[in-house]
């Protein structure tokens, strides 16, 4: 190596040496020494987070604040459990310091808030806060007054959670936590807490609380309607019992309750949108109010009046179209018959289904279109024979039936119905035969109706009536017919109450309609929904099954499928979109709103098979719609009828043994009819289950009751 090499080599070497001495210099400070990563200027920064320790409620809010000093720049950034602004299960703060605690308490339930200085990420300032549930708050009862026996409750209020406890005159009671807002409870009161009960919603530790007491009010005597008799007039009433409208029943009575239900405002479809191209969301709305809504009773009419006056989907699926003919028969149920037969006649759904729609005055020597005339008579309001007030056929001399009507009335009254077409689109001009739109009653265009002279059902229609007072002319001889009033009661009474009225009960119920009023019922006019509905509910023959000793073997009907399946929703409280009903219902050959033709699902006669009894359910009754209602009934309790679909079955998993569930099902489902030798088999089989899971044992006791030819049929 060179002289020049080593003396750049040793200049290399010195550098380095001086550059080392001069760290190390660095690194011995007269402080002791202090980090690398923190400038001088934030050495003295410190945290300080007020309060140092809180306790705050779930669902409350604290406000924190964070103090730093040494340093100008004072802004934090807070956290949660080391969880920036935290989350759901332990709480949420924000940019100000305002923690808002979670609803439910997380496991442990205390937390750490902090605030990290902006300045230095190292220093930090926590406290310490203890969660603790709320304090509930009840403001209301429902029903705030009971009788002796058996109850279910509905509390509203706020601060609930699944661990809240009710007491009711220092008992607890069974209860189910349905939100924040809502709380479900049942138990039982006896004749010695007659008067002024408390009722107190208490959450437990940590924190625990109580609310205010709120009353209910125990009544004394025996209440006027037994839980057997209410359920049963529920069965027929509604769309099937609840254990609140049980005790609602069992409290006022059976006349009250019909006053509440007659004054309930009418359950609605919505308006279909544009984009709506079939009935799902008309469907998916029945079922919504069917299970939820107030007005039971007259949804349930409405419901009977469909299955007489048949629209069906097969032919009528236009969403708007079906709405219309749904809201008429809401609307009219329990309004006047007359009413019902105008509006749904001038539906385009029914015009389109029954070809009345666009139905041509004929030429000479032709005939008009006879569709809707013969089935409207046929089906709808007389009958194929004349009948006697109670219901039975009148007979010639022969001991034939006397034929209602001829071929000539059903020429006569397709004549009458003739220049009727869709409703007029807006802003386009009528028409005779107007494009097809369902967006209100249909229209005349008089010069396609048929104004020449008619007889019909023996009495004249005027020549030269419009096709306004024809119409009218020809349904007031239909509904001044004396066919009307029997048709009209044996068909209710068949969808309501039994599928084998008596003569003498079917005559009681005519004669309410013919007079327009039973008791208090009814403005006194022919054809009283309302005097017609309370005559069928209030008859002693309905009546009669109330009490055991009273019952009759051959009353009651099957329970159709739709109406099933509803009566189950309702009795464990469903929350429902409506999806899922429609696809079972169409297992069960009851395929809502898509009867097979105009004759509905089934016929209001139908001899049941090996007996001398009429059974119009059991047209549809067979082995493959056996095994789908059992289908039916292992989903809605093991599983799920659709996602939108769910059932709460806490109160028979509450109930106790398996004894006591099998008797609160007995109580709601069967109106304690429930024989001794089903009830040990049933309590047998839960008791092979096991004994600490009391949710499996009741949804055993559910599907075997509801699966059982006891409840099949509604007697």
């Not at 406290?127 to 429902?142: A, H, Q, W």
């Not at 027929?236 to 019992?241: A, C, E, I, N, Y």
């Not at 002279?453 to 023996?458: D, M, Q, R, S």
């Not at 509450?654 to 088999?681: E, R």
Request: proline share 6%; glycine share 8%; with cysteine.
């Amino acid at each position: 190596m060179g002289d020049k090499s080593v003396k750049r080599l040793w200049i290399a070497v010195t550098v380095i040496l001086v550059l080392l001495v001069a760290g190390c210099a660095g690194v011995g400070s007269k402080s002791g020494g202090s980090s690398p990563t923190i400038p001088p200027e934030n050495a003295g920064v410190v945290v300080t987070v007020t309060p140092a320790t809180a306790a705050v409620r779930a669902g409350s809010t604290q406000t924190f604040a964070a103090a730093v000093t040494g340093k100008t720049n004072t802004s934090v950034a807070w956290s949660i459990n080391a969880v920036p602004g935290g989350n759901a299960t332990t709480g949420t703060i924000d940019a100000t310091g305002l923690y808002t605690a979670p609803v439910n308490l997380p496991t442990p339930n205390t937390i750490t808030v902090t605030a990290t200085s902006a300045a230095d990420n190292t220093k930090t300032g926590n406290s310490g806060v203890t969660l603790e549930n709320p304090v509930p708050v009840l403001t209301s009862v429902s029903p705030s007054t009971i009788a002796p026996g058996s109850f279910s409750l509905t509390l509203n209020g706020s601060g609930f959670i699944r661990t809240s406890a009710v007491t009711f005159g220092g008992q607890t009671l069974a209860a189910t936590f349905v939100s924040a807002t809502e709380l479900q409870a049942v138990g039982t009161a006896t004749a010695a807490q007659v008067g002024s009960v408390p009722v107190v919603v208490q959450n437990p530790d940590p924190g625990a609380a109580a609310s205010f007491s709120l009353m209910a009010t125990v009544v004394g005597g025996e209440s006027p309607v037994s839980a057997a008799a209410a359920v049963r007039f529920l069965e027929q009433s509604t769309f099937g019992p609840t254990p609140e409208l049980v005790s609602q029943v069992q409290q006022i009575g059976f006349a009250p309750f019909l006053e509440t239900q007659l004054a309930a405002p009418a359950s609605t479809y919505p308006t279909p949108l544009s984009t709506d191209t079939d009935l799902t969301k008309v469907q998916s709305q029945f079922w919504i109010n069917a299970v939820n809504d107030g007005d039971q009773l007259r949804q349930r009419v409405a419901f009977a009046l469909n299955e007489i006056w048949v629209v069906s989907e097969n032919k009528v699926s236009d969403p708007t179209g079906y709405t219309n003919y749904m809201l008429a028969l809401t609307n009219d149920a329990l309004g006047n018959y007359y009413d019902v037969m105008k509006d749904v006649t001038l539906t385009p759904a029914m015009g389109h289904f029954l070809d009345m729609v666009n139905n041509d005055k004929p030429a000479t020597g032709q005939h008009a279109n006879e569709n809707f005339a013969r089935e409207s008579m046929q089906l709808f309001t007389l009958g194929l024979n004349l009948l006697n007030p109670d219901g039975t056929s009148q007979l010639d001399s022969s001991g034939n039936p006397i034929p209602t009507y001829t071929q000539n009335d059903v020429m006569a009254l397709g004549r009458a119905f003739t220049g009727w077409t869709y409703p007029t689109e807006p802003g386009q001009t009528l028409q005779k035969h107007n494009p097809s739109y369902y967006g209100g009653p249909m229209v005349a265009f008089e010069s396609n109706h048929d104004t020449g002279a008619k007889t019909f059902l023996g009495q004249p229609l005027a020549a030269g009536e419009t096709a306004e007072q024809e119409l009218d002319a020809a349904l007031t001889i239909i509904f001044n017919h004396a066919n009307l009033p029997p048709f009209v009661a044996q068909q209710l009474i068949e969808k309501l109450v039994t599928s084998n009225p008596s003569p003498a009960y079917v005559s009681r119920v005519a004669a309410a309609f013919a007079s327009g009023k039973f008791q208090s019922y009814g403005t006194g006019k022919r054809g009283d929904m309302q005097a017609t509905v309370a005559a069928i509910l209030l008859d002693p023959e309905a009546r009669r099954g109330d009490s055991s000793t009273t019952a009759v073997a051959t009353d009651g009907k099957l329970r159709e499928p739709v109406v099933m399946m509803t009566s189950i929703a309702r009795a464990f409280h469903a929350t429902t979109d409506g999806s899922g009903f429609t696809y079972w219902s169409g297992n069960l050959s009851q395929d809502l709103f898509n009867a097979g033709s105009v004759f509905n699902f089934f016929p209001p006669t139908n001899p049941i098979a090996g007996t001398t009894l009429n059974g119009p359910e059991f047209a549809i009754f067979n082995t493959s719609t056996t095994l789908a209602r059992i289908n039916f009934l292992n989903s809605i309790v093991y599983g799920t009828i659709s996602s939108g679909t769910t059932v709460d079955l806490t109160p028979v998993i509450n109930a106790g043994t398996p004894d006591q569930m099998a008797d609160w099902l007995n109580t709601l489902f069967l109106h304690g009819t429930m024989s001794s030798q089903m009830k040990s088999s049933i309590v047998t089989a839960l008791r092979a289950l096991s004994a600490t899971d009391t949710k499996d044992q009741a949804k055993a006791a559910i599907y075997l009751v509801t699966a059982s030819s006891q409840y099949q049929v509604q007697r």
